[in-house]
T-cell receptor, first 112, second 112 residues
Framework: DAKTTQPTSMDCAEGRAANLPCNHS???????VYWYRQIHSQGPQYIIH???NNETNEMASLIITEDRKSSTLILPHATLRDTAVYYC?????????????FGKGTHLIIQP | ETGVTQTPRHLVMGMTNKKSLKCEQH?????MYWYKQSAKKPLELMFV???????ENNSVPSRFSPECPNSSHLFLHLHTLQPEDSALYLC???????????FGPGTRLTVT
C-alpha cells in the first residue's frame, strides 16, 4: 500500500512558485513528512522535512495541513534547474535503517 | 570537498573483473548506505552501516561485498557481476540512521 500519493506530473513557469501536493492520509502521529528530488541521472537530493509545523529553508517551504493528512512543497521562484522528479515520503525520524522508499513522485517541468 | 563524493563516476567492467566503488562523506555523519537504482525502477537499499557496523543487509548477492573502515568511508567491492547488475549505485549518509539522507552523485556501472 502506498503511504503517499502525488500527481504524476506538473508544469510551472520559470520564476513562478511551484506548489507540489502530497496526500498522506494514513500518516501516524510520530511520522515526519520528507521531500526529496532527483534530477535526471543524479543522486536524490534531500529538500526538507517536517512533523506538524510549517518549515522553511533555503530551498523550499513545507506546508502541512492541521490534520497532517496532506502537505505542499513550495519552491518560491522556480528555475529551469528545478526540473526534476519530486518525492514525498513519510517515516519516523530514526527509521532510516530500512532505507528510503520512493514512490513514483511528481515530475515537475519548469517551462521557460 | 564537501558533502558526499563517489568514485569512479562511471565504470565499465567485464563479468570476470574485480572492482571497487568508493564513497566518502565530509558531513560528520555516523550512518552510511549503499543503494542500487536500475533503469525505471525505484531505489533499492543494499547495505546500511551505523558507526562502522553493518545494521542491514537486504538479501544482496555475495558478489557485492561492502566495507566500512571508518564512519567517513564506505566501499562496495564487486566481483563476477552479471549484466543485470548494471545500474546507478548510490551512496548516502545521515547523522544517525534516519530519513534525512544525503546522497552522492552515484557511480554508473555497466557490466559487459
Amino acid at each position: 500500500d502506498a503511504k503517499t500519493t502525488q500527481p504524476t506530473s506538473m508544469d510551472c513557469a520559470e520564476g513562478r512558485a511551484a506548489n507540489l501536493p502530497c496526500n498522506h492520509s494514513t500518516i501516524s502521529g510520530n511520522e515526519y513528512v520528507y521531500w526529496y528530488r532527483q534530477i535526471h541521472s543524479q543522486g536524490p537530493q534531500y529538500i526538507i522535512h517536517g512533523l506538524k509545523n510549517n518549515e522553511t529553508n533555503e530551498m523550499a517551504s513545507l506546508i502541512i495541513t492541521e490534520d497532517r493528512k496532506s502537505s505542499t512543497l513550495i519552491l518560491p521562484h522556480a528555475t529551469l534547474r528545478d526540473t526534476a522528479v519530486y518525492y514525498c515520503i513519510v517515516g519516523y525520524s530514526g527509521g532510516g535503517a530500512d532505507g528510503l522508499t520512493f514512490g513514483k513522485g511528481t515530475h515537475l517541468i519548469i517551462q521557460p | 570537498e564537501t558533502g558526499v563524493t563517489q568514485t569512479p563516476r562511471h565504470l565499465v567492467m567485464g563479468m570476470t573483473n574485480k572492482k571497487s566503488l568508493k564513497c566518502e562523506q565530509h558531513l560528520g555523519h555516523n550512518a552510511m548506505y549503499w543503494y542500487k537504482q536500475s533503469a525505471k525502477k525505484p531505489l533499492e537499499l543494499m547495505f546500511v552501516y551505523s558507526l562502522e557496523e553493518r545494521v542491514e543487509n537486504n538479501s544482496v548477492p555475495s558478489r557485492f561485498s561492502p566495507e566500512c573502515p571508518n564512519s567517513s568511508h564506505l566501499f562496495l567491492h564487486l566481483h563476477t557481476l552479471q549484466p543485470e547488475d548494471s545500474a546507478l549505485y548510490l551512496c548516502a549518509s545521515s547523522l544517525w540512521t534516519g530519513y534525512e539522507q544525503y546522497f552522492g552523485p552515484g557511480t554508473r556501472l555497466t557490466v559487459t
